[in-house]
Every structure is written in C-alpha cells, then in structure tokens.
C-alpha cells in the first residue's frame, strides 16, 4: 500500500507559497507558507498534517488493540499537538502531544492504560516519528501519562 501527495513551491521561503495535493484529492493545491506555518496566517502546515496524521493512526490502532482484547469503544476522542522549535540554525520537530478521552465498557484502567500505551508505541505514524511523543489518556474522569 502507498500514498501521495505532491507540492509545488514558488517563490522563496517568506513570500513563497505553496499547494499540497494528496491522491485522493481531499487536499487539491491547498496553499501553505512561511506565514502559515511559523507565523498567525490562516491555512495549513506541515506540522499540523503531521498531527493530523498522527491523532488518526493512534486511533485506528488505539480501536484495533481494543478489539483484540475484546473490547469496542463507545467513543475514542483524540487531540495531537505537535511540536517544532528552533535548534541553532536547524528547526526540529521536537514533540507530539496525544490526548486520549475514551469511554469503553467494561475496561478498568490497568487495561486501558496497556492498550493505550501499546498504541502509542506502535502505531505506523508513531514508529515514523524520530521525536518524543507522549500521552495524556483518561477513562471516565481517570488519568494516564506514559512518555515514548
């Protein structure tokens, strides 16, 4: 399985702008840029594709590690923050922030924090990421914080 995006950039790196296309066409020369993705401007940018790519795979797999335990969610809820700051001259995505909120039948929390874990830890997007990601879950007004 394979999946494609493509851009185009034009012009330099403060006043250029850029569009991203994907395969599938939901993203069709969506405008990204400088302004977009380090300043306030409104649009896209890599890092929130990133998150948005990262939010949805560890709910996939948060939903499939549940189902092989036996378990079906009710609801899985899931934020992403990721993270780039500058490193000397360098910027480095440095963190990707997940927030679980689940409501799951059945489950106490020693088993929702394993599955949790194991999710977060092997999910494709976060064995893609080469930065810390971490994890806030909580069931039914409960709290798990694992750090990757």
Not at 9 to 33: D, M
Not at 82 to 107: F, Q
Request: glycine share 8%.
């Amino acid at each position: 399985m394979e999946r494609k995006a493509s851009v185009q950039w034009k012009g330099n790196i403060q006043q250029g702008l850029g569009e991203i296309s994907t395969e599938s066409g939901v993203l069709n020369k969506t405008p990204y840029s400088f302004g977009r993705r380090f300043g306030t401007e409104k649009g896209t940018n890599p890092e929130e594709l990133i998150a948005a790519a990262h939010s949805s795979c560890f709910a996939m797999a948060f939903s499939a590690a549940l189902g092989q335990k036996g378990f079906t969610a009710e609801t899985i809820n899931v934020n992403a923050a990721v993270s780039i700051e500058k490193n000397g001259s360098d910027w480095v995505i440095t963190h990707s922030n997940l927030v679980l909120r689940a409501k799951i039948p059945g489950i106490d929390q020693n088993q929702f924090k394993t599955i949790a874990e194991d999710a977060k830890n092997n999910c494709p997007v976060s064995r893609l990421l080469d930065t810390e990601i971490s994890l806030d879950a909580a069931l039914d007004g409960g709290e798990v914080r694992a750090t990757h």
